[in-house]
């Protein structure tokens, strides 16, 4: 009996520790398949881009996994998902402890981007050469390297622009991408509530954006306080609105359709009937269903829209969670007159896209404005030009700091009648420092300026030269002024696009060299600095020999390439009308003295005539020969004696001459 009751109470043992066994791995078990169940609903919503509630999920998570390299993956995935909501110093963080867990070299990149865009280029460069040295052929490094050490010229030496915040129409929510209206209205973009209970927006966890826009008070001069646009407003996310000029077509970015179902972004239009809008319709050319359209822009006229797209046949991709996705490009339609439609999406090509996104484009006159993170910037969105020019488009430019920044700068648009030689006025979206989210800035632009200025200085002795006489020449039109006491002149404010020539003049001095100097292509002010020098007149002992006169053996009668010397003489007297000159003629010592004397006397007066047939007035023209009189040498030879006669033909040569001196400076024609 004992041991049949032992043997029971050892069976029941036996079963009460299966029990307990079963209960501690069914309890062990549970959290298991909890945290996987959360994983892979965090894993859902990262791909559905909805970060913020990704990062409730991924957070919990996170905190009770022990395995490094699944902890180090959920990280990462936490920085994707700040970098996404543009929260870097978070992301930073978060990328930071995906290292520590899992010190994945790829992770560099990431830790790069997320540090830049927080304008620690230092420290970005850091980390791009720690990535570089794991992976060196990768090409692009290089590019991202240059581009942070260009970031630092820029914020150092920031373009002249004045930059305040829109204080009417910031909030603590985001509000982007402003839009000026014909009458001078606002519409913008934000995400502030205004309704009661509504849903927030999975991306942000805050709500969907809506349009608002804010009257002008042509009264006041001042804008009133921002209100919904409800005609066009839905539950979704709707913004980043253009009117045509006409102000009856209007064009918008409506993301998960009306009802909310729809996961694309496409770009709606409506038209103004009468006094009444049409209801919106989607854009003809939205005909990707995958594809996501949006930020458009119209061009002046009205037949060209210009958009963001990464439908199928962009210029780069970038990959998230594994997946490979499309990047945006910048497009254009054209509108089709006789269809009544809009044409065929033409991608603008690789001179405007990169391997980047590029979006938020602006068409204003004949530049077109737009924001890429692909192209060389500072961080992440930077702001860039591009000019049309025959058909093609310019090398896109950075618009530089302070209008660009190491955070996203976009959305921006320029106030009518502006331009960049009279300055102009605008607006754009930043989340720089100093915005916790995107922000509206407005800016100033001061006019391009450009001057000219310099000294006179005698081009003799270099000592300065007052109350000299400066012109500044362009197309048919001459300016002039006077130089100061202290030989100072100055343009100010000369014509943009220009090509000018400037010189300058004076009694008693030859004209300064003619200086040619353009103001074309120029996009930033320039002050050109341009001293002149003027030569003052020979005093008469300053004999002054004219070269490249040239006569036959014992003739007088002028040789053809003599003509061209004396053509320049005779240009100069025309130019200084007040000179009258001696002009002598020299022979060497062979043949008599007295026929070398009449020689010279006759060459002069063949010089001094064709100068009269010129049509230079004879009494400022004085014509002496002076034979063998006033050699430059020791070859004198009077009477077939001296040392002439053991000089070479060459040294004969230099005493063979024709001279100019100036006699007066004061010439009248008036006088008798």
Same mark, same amino acid.
């Given at each position: ?143 991202? +390297?240059? $581009? %942070?050490?260009?970031? !630092?010229?820029? #914020?150092?030496?920031? /373009?002249? &622009?004045?930059? =305040? ?45 809506? +349009?608002? $826009? %804010?009257?002008?008070? !042509?009264?006041? #001069?001042?804008?009133? /306080?921002? &209100?919904?646009? =409800? ?442």
């Amino acid at each position: 009996m004992r041991n049949k009751i032992l043997n029971e109470k050892r069976i029941l043992l036996s079963i009460l520790l299966i029990c307990i066994s079963i209960l501690w791995i069914y309890a062990d078990e549970k959290p298991k398949k909890d945290k996987s169940r959360v994983s892979e609903k965090a894993d859902k919503d990262f791909k559905l881009y909805k970060f913020n509630k990704a990062i409730r999920l991924y957070k919990k998570v996170y905190n009770n996994i022990n395995d490094k390299q699944e902890k180090g993956k959920i990280a990462e995935q936490l920085g994707i998902c700040f970098m996404r909501n543009n929260e870097y110093e978070d992301a930073e963080n978060w990328f930071e402890k995906a290292f520590k867990n899992d010190p994945n070299p790829a992770l560099y990149l990431q830790l790069a981007d997320a540090v830049k865009r927080q304008g620690n280029y230092s420290l970005a460069k850091e980390y791009l050469n720690k990535y570089m040295r794991e992976y060196p052929t990768d090409s692009n490094i290089a590019s991202l +390297i240059s $581009y %942070c050490d260009s970031a !630092v010229i820029w #914020e150092a030496n920031p /373009k002249d &622009i004045i930059i =305040e915040k829109f204080v009417l129409l910031n909030t603590k929510f985001n509000d982007f991408s402003p839009m000026l209206a014909k009458d001078n209205s606002i519409y913008f973009t934000s995400d502030r509530p205004i309704r009661d209970g509504a849903q927030a927006y999975a991306w942000t966890g805050l709500p969907y954006t809506d +349009i608002f $826009y %804010c009257s002008y008070d !042509v009264t006041t #001069e001042k804008y009133e /306080k921002p &209100i919904p646009y =409800e005609l066009i407003n839905t539950p979704f996310n709707d913004g980043v609105i253009c009117f045509n000029s006409k102000n009856n077509e209007l064009y918008y970015t409506q993301c998960n359709g009306r009802d909310g179902k729809q996961y694309n972004c496409r770009i709606m239009m409506i038209k103004k009937r009468g006094q009444k809008w049409t209801d919106p319709k989607i854009a003809s050319f939205c005909t990707d269903t995958f594809a996501n359209y949006g930020h458009p822009t119209l061009s002046e006229n009205g037949k060209r829209i210009y958009f963001s797209s990464n439908m199928l046949g962009g210029y780069g991709e970038e990959k998230e969670n594994g997946t490979s996705l499309k990047t945006t490009d910048l497009y254009m339609c054209s509108f089709v007159s006789r269809a009544k439609t809009w044409g065929n999406p033409i991608n603008l090509g690789t001179e405007i896209n990169s391997e980047g996104n590029e979006q938020f484009p602006y068409l204003y006159n004949n530049t077109l404005y737009f924001s890429s993170d692909g192209l060389p910037g500072m961080g992440g969105l930077d702001i860039f030009s591009s000019e049309k020019v025959n058909q093609n488009w310019s090398i896109p430019e950075n618009m530089k700091a302070p209008l660009n920044s190491p955070a996203d700068d976009f959305g921006i648009v320029i106030e009518r009648d502006g331009n960049l030689y009279a300055g102009y006025k605008g607006m754009f979206s930043s989340n720089r420092n100093g915005s916790k989210r995107d922000d509206i800035y407005s800016f100033k632009i001061p006019p391009i300026v450009f001057n000219v200025h310099g000294l006179i200085t005698n081009a003799k002795n270099q000592k300065l030269e007052p109350c000299a006489k400066v012109l500044l020449s362009y197309d048919d039109t001459t300016l002039t002024t006077i130089a100061d006491q202290n030989a100072y002149y100055e343009f100010l404010d000369i014509s943009p696009q220009t090509t000018f020539v400037i010189f300058a003049q004076k009694d008693s001095f030859f004209d300064s060299k003619k200086i040619a100097f353009s103001t074309n292509g120029l996009k930033v002010s320039k002050d050109f600095e341009i001293d002149l020098q003027i030569t003052p007149f020979p005093s008469y002992d300053e004999i002054v020999k004219l070269e490249g006169i040239f006569y036959d053996l014992d003739s007088f009668n002028l040789r053809p390439e003599s003509l061209v010397v004396l053509d320049s003489l005779a240009n100069i007297l025309m130019k200084y009308p007040r000179l009258v000159i001696e002009l002598a003629a020299h022979t060497d010592c062979r043949q008599t003295y007295a026929y070398n004397r009449e020689l010279s006397q006759k060459r002069a007066k063949a010089c001094v005539d064709y100068l009269i047939y010129k049509g230079i007035d004879a009494r400022r023209l004085i014509a002496i020969g002076y034979g063998e009189s006033k050699l430059v040498n020791n070859c004198d030879c009077e009477n077939g004696k001296g040392n002439g006669m053991d000089c070479t033909e060459e040294e004969h040569q230099i005493n063979r001459r024709t001279t100019i001196a100036i006699i007066r400076t004061d010439f009248n024609p008036n006088e008798e």
